[in-house]
């Protein structure tokens, strides 16, 4: 009945796609299609403001749907230059290809977005009907402190203690990395093995470690199957910190479908990226990543085609072991994995629902590298595994993996639209035969209907032009990983994001000189343009058209130049606002706070009352604790070593954390991850709504103001250092205090449940 019903669907899109496409195709005057399109703009503004629901949202997305079909219909038919133009009509089939591409794009993701689903939340199970679950995180190389802050995090999770075990999957000290030739290399590899070791015997969780660094990150998990037993599997990345109500808000939908086969939640960071770094958007714009995980995860849910992210997500390992265990032909797992089990006939859930906190990449180089990653990796799969040749999978199914992964092509179109208009300019090739009144009737609607769907269907999770800036930023360097990997498929290697790292001096991204590159060639372009405009009044009308459209690429190039001039960082540690309760110690004082920020260095709080502003007040002492009032039992009250350094004009504290122990960690997993309506709070406040017109305007701003800083940081300055937390190994000290015995875990609270699956020897704690 389902594939039945997913290919009447189909079949219905089919008929109304061919309804409309014959109308789209009648001739009509220059006039007539003018007033048409601006009707429907008017339509498309009453709709948006006086009706919403579905209904009105399909309405919507028909009546844009006409005025782009009618542009695509007038530009294939309309606009090419004649044979007798090799040189434009070669230059203008490019245009029109990159074009049709984009119009492609639109459908696909107006298919998958058509109906996004929101899921009812999950049934509460017993404890005693809970599955055993195993909770997997893979590292490589990242810093002690990250993994103990996301594996306290995992352990202080609500779910009785003897159905889970966390289980730490060191790949940066393997057998292979021990014996390294390079004795530095095995040193380091070596202590990092013996401190990591003891980080999980003291929190209670499992070191595992295999012998060679073999398929990545996929290698690493299929690694520790062999030596866990769980029904269910979670995975998380070494920077992903789960909330305390992480499994108990997911774990449910596996009792209402048998054939379920992941659960996945929206990843959400705590940091800025580069680029909201760089412009200054973060905690005031949504982030890059929202109108996936806010929209499209939910679109391809209704379609049964969420896939794996690689982390956040809860996996049956029935059928994991069905499927061989993670896929690792590609360098993205993750939807890999997921494509081969929607394949086989299991299900996904996408549960939009905040619950785990993650990091993002610090600077602009590392942000690409992690792009090119997952370019690569997708590309990957639609040259290896293509959705539309894969053996069963539903249509519907088929479009969303297509969606996913021919998205990735948008550096080639996004590089002709930035260049397009100089050949016009510079060499004066016709590439678009058409007159003002055309270019009015046809291609100023449909930018303006364009602009009004995405806004409309995306504004509380992107901001107008956004999209269109950060397809660039990445477009300049992923057009080269895209042809390696049509020339080699097999070829990509899996390379791992570098996080935690961040300048401490404003300085140009290592990466920035073909971006200040294009900016000079488009500027040269719009100086160009204002003299032919000037002085060749033949082709003023198209001229002034086709200047306006550079113009738009310099302030979008101008924008960029702004998120590579990479601005130094003043924070260490992220931080999220919360709303907990304690109380802190300083001496005889014992004050009540409401503790308001909390990174992994310290808080900010208040008293809770005004007696206790004045006892806060009269406090002596700078350094104590601070306990905190616990979620999970009120009789228990973890604490943190506490230093007062600094009191706001508001008497708020800012108070320094120093985390000496990894039972520190938990406690800071109590503060800052026990509660995620913390992050549920935190995502709702960036998402703001920003219209057509004021994210224009925004948009331009930048594009006058971000060009004369990234000039600026041209200047000779001084020698500049990378700001990193202290060497993760080197010095036990920082985590673990004085030495401590290389105790198991209790065996009750984390001894797997069968000795053949236990960890090995080699790789257990001790």
Known sequence: MGVAMSLLRFLSFLLLGGVAVALATQPVSVQAQLATSVSVIFLLALLWKFSRGAEARQLFIALALFVVLRYVYWRITSTLPPLSDPVGLTCGSILLAAELYCVAMLLLTLVVNAEPLKREPAPQIEDEALPTIDVLVPSYDENASILATTLAAAKSMDYPADRLNIFLLDDGGTDQKCAHPDPAIAERARARRAALQELCAALGCYYLTRE????????????????????????????????????????????????????????????????????????????????FYGVTQRGLDKWNAAFFCGSAALLRRAALDEAGGFSGVSVTEDCETALELHAQGWTSVYVDKPLVAGLQPDTFASFIGQRVRWCQGMLQIFLLRNPLLKRGLEPLQRLGYLSSMSFWFFPFPRLVFMLAPLAFILFDVKIFVSNIEEAIAYTATYVVVNAMLQNYLFGKVRWPWVSELYEYCQGVFLTKAIVSVF?????????????????????????????????????????????????????????????????????????????????????????????????????EAHVRVAIEEVSAGGCRLRAATDSDAKALAAAKEAEGRLYIDSIADAARRPSLSARIVGVAPDGRRHIAFALSQPQDHLALAELMYGDATALERFQAA??????????????????????????????????ETALREPPPFADLSNLLGRRQPRLRPPAEAAAPRSAERAPSSKNENA
Not at 222 to 244: K, M, T, W
Not at 501 to 521: C, H, K, M, V
Not at 696 to 706: A, D, R
């Open 487 to 587: 020339l080699r498929p097999r070829s990509p290697s899996f390379n791992v994001t570098a996080k935690g790292a961040a300048s401490t001096q404003d300085r140009l991204s290592e990466l920035a000189w073909p971006f200040f590159a294009i900016y000079g060639l488009l500027a040269l372009g719009a100086g160009v343009a204002v003299y032919r405009c000037v002085a060749e009044p033949g082709v003023r009308q198209l001229m002034f058209f086709v200047g306006l459209w550079n113009m738009f690429n310099l302030v979008t190039a101008g924008v960029a130049l702004g998120a590579v001039a990479e601005r130094r960082r003043r924070e260490t540690h992220p931080r999220l606002p919360v709303e907990r309760r304690g109380a802190l110690a300083l001496g």
């Open 212 to 291: 060679r660094n073999e398929h990545a990150k996929a290698g690493n998990l299929n690694a520790a199957l062999e030596h866990v037993s769980g029904d269910i599997v979670v995975v998380l990345d070494a920077d992903h910190a789960p909330f305390r109500s992480f499994l108990r808000e997911t774990i449910g939908y596996f009792f209402e479908d048998d054939r379920l086969f992941l659960v996945q939640t929206p990843h959400v960071f705590l940091n800025p990226d580069p680029i909201e770094q760089n412009l200054r958007t973060f905690r005031r714009m949504p982030s890059e990543n929202e109108m």
């Open 686 to 719: 960036r998402r703001k709504h920003k219209g057509i017109i004021a994210g224009t305007v925004q948009f331009l701003w930048w594009g006058v103001i971000e060009p004369l800083r990234a000039f600026a940081y041209l200047r000779p300055r001084a020698s």
